[in-house]
């Protein structure tokens, strides 16, 4: 688990438009992810 104010490790998505996207694209850029426990839940 990561600590508050952590920096995330960097992981690979493919995307809708068939890229894949890693975090590190995005270095440089400010970047807001949200994560869910599960769907359907509220969040």
Not at 13 to 19: E, H, I, M, R, Y
Request: no cysteine; net charge negative.
């Amino acid at each position: 688990m990561l600590e508050a104010g952590a920096k995330a490790p960097d992981f690979s998505l493919p995307a809708q438009d068939g890229k894949t996207y890693s975090l590190a694209d995005f270095a440089d850029d400010t970047l807001i992810m949200f994560f869910y426990i599960k769907d359907g839940t509220p969040g």
